[in-house]
């Protein structure tokens, strides 16, 4: 899953120079400020600094991550007893959200995941003041994360009657959207405009198809098993409390996407709803605990177990399965791998390269990466070529390839094992 990988490691690696964060797998020159508002990953850049690897950032998302488990089991704990913390907070960090998104890589939500941990934790503790200061930040995480930020706003104004400050940050929330994607995304981008306007309804704002958009929150099955999966993690218990009303922009937004992969709940979408659906649930459960109705005080009773027990049965279906724990080749990659990394390392550092997904991120760390196949984002020249022929494989004579699409330009084979060929430009 290197595409976004290698996407990640060019845009720190240019805020660790004190540059541009300047991602060429999209394109050359591309400023990944024109994709996404994502200004957050620049605070990564001292890391780099110590640590020039993708693997780096991989640690700081298990951090990240982390901090945010202890928030939700610490929040837990205040609420109810040490073992209701414990309890939570193993049922959180093993949720499918979390997995899924380890799973697949870094992406900016690894910095939405602990601060919306810190929203709901001021939620439910009463300190709403605290909680519109911990949302802001989200502003710098992704462009649709202002939609979220609203959302606490409201819920601070109705709920706590904040309504000056309340009402500030909704608007600040929802105005930053705007200002994102018809502003600032737009001076960033090559094209001077928002790249995922085609997955919305219509394909533009201004032909928002509001009938497609409503048919899709319901339609097809698919996110009807998603919210299944989100809530059920707690037990259906978060659906006790309004906090969960903070995941609604999310999930509203996902499902109105026209891109099926936002539908289901792979990947990394996931992710910033777990911390709201959990610690709405230890809301939940303080509310239920002094419930008039008989069955909501017993289920109460019973619902730690349900969170327990369903955390860990379904982890049997996610990445952390115990049979993959306990293979070695989960970690070795066999045979493959290793030709994947020997390729990598005889390419020198500081050159141009053209490569698949594969090995995107590991070159990206100490070359000018871009990506093959596509003829607006390939390099006009590179100096090297490394292809995975397991995952793409232009032609039989790759050598005859690489000199038809960069003409002019003369290539030698220097590695070739297990279908991963380096070629290196000659002359």
């Known amino acids: ?15 660790a120079h004190l540059s541009a964060p300047i991602v060429d797998i999209k394109g050359a020159g591309y400023n990944v400020l024109g994709d996404h508002w994502s200004p957050i990953d620049a605070l990564l850049a001292p890391a780099w600094w110590v640590w020039p690897s993708p693997l780096m950032l991989y ?21 109810g007893t040490r073992g209701l ?3 939570v907070g193993l049922a959180y960090g093993l949720s499918f959200g979390l997995q899924h998104a380890v799973d697949t890589g870094f ?14 934790r001021q939620l439910v503790l009463d300190h709403a003041e605290r909680a519109l200061w911990w949302a802001l930040p989200l502003l710098a995480v992704k462009e649709d994360m202002g939609f979220t930020v609203a959302a606490v706003g409201v819920l601070v104004a109705v709920r706590w009657r904040l309504w000056l400050p309340g009402v500030v940050v909704a608007v600040v929330g929802a105005g930053s959207v705007f200002l994102d994607v018809l502003v600032l995304i737009p001076a960033f981008n090559p094209h001077h405009g928002y790249d995922y306007w085609e997955k919305v309804p219509g394909g533009s704002l201004g032909h928002l198809g509001i009938g497609a958009a409503l048919l899709g929150l319901v339609w097809p099955v698919v996110k009807w098993q998603t919210l299944g999966w989100t809530f059920g993690v707690t037990g259906f218990v978060c659906l006790r409390s309004p906090l969960v009303l903070v995941a609604a922009p999310m999930l509203l937004l996902r499902f109105a996407s026209t891109n099926p992969m936002f539908w289901d709940i792979g990947w990394h979408y996931s992710a910033p709803l777990m911390p709201v659906v959990f610690l709405a649930a230890v809301d939940a459960l303080r509310r239920m605990e002094g419930a008039r109705s008989h069955w909501q005080r017993v289920y109460r009773g019973q619902a730690i177990v349900v969170m327990v027990a369903a955390a860990i049965a379904l982890t049997a279906a996610l990445p952390l399965s115990l049979c993959d724990l306990v293979n070695p080749g989960t970690y070795d990659g ?38 093959a196949g596509d003829p607006k984002v390939d390099a006009a020249c590179p100096d090297w070529i490394v292809i995975d022929t397991r995952w793409w ?13 960069h003409p002019g330009c003369s290539y030698v084979v220097r590695f070739n094992r297990d279908g991963v060929v380096d070629l290196a430009r000659v002359g």
């Open 59 to 79: 640690a700081a998302q298990a951090l990240l991550f982390g901090w945010s488990v202890w928030v939700v089991a610490d929040t837990a704990g205040r609420v």
């Open 334 to 371: 066999g045979t493959h791998s290793a030709a994947l990394r020997a390729a990598d390392a005889i390419v020198p550092p500081g050159v141009t390269v053209t490569a698949v997904n594969p090995n995107l991120a590991m070159l990206a760390a100490k070359d000018r990466v871009f990506w």
């Open 1 to 15: 899953m290197s595409w976004d990988m290698g996407i990640f490691t060019e845009a720190v690696k240019g805020y």
């Open 85 to 87: 913390g414990v309890a």
């Open 107 to 120: 992406h900016e939500v690894a910095f939405a995941v602990p601060l919306l941990a810190m929203v709901m």
């Open 393 to 405: 494989q232009p032609d039989n004579d790759l050598v005859g390839w690489a000199e038809r699409v």
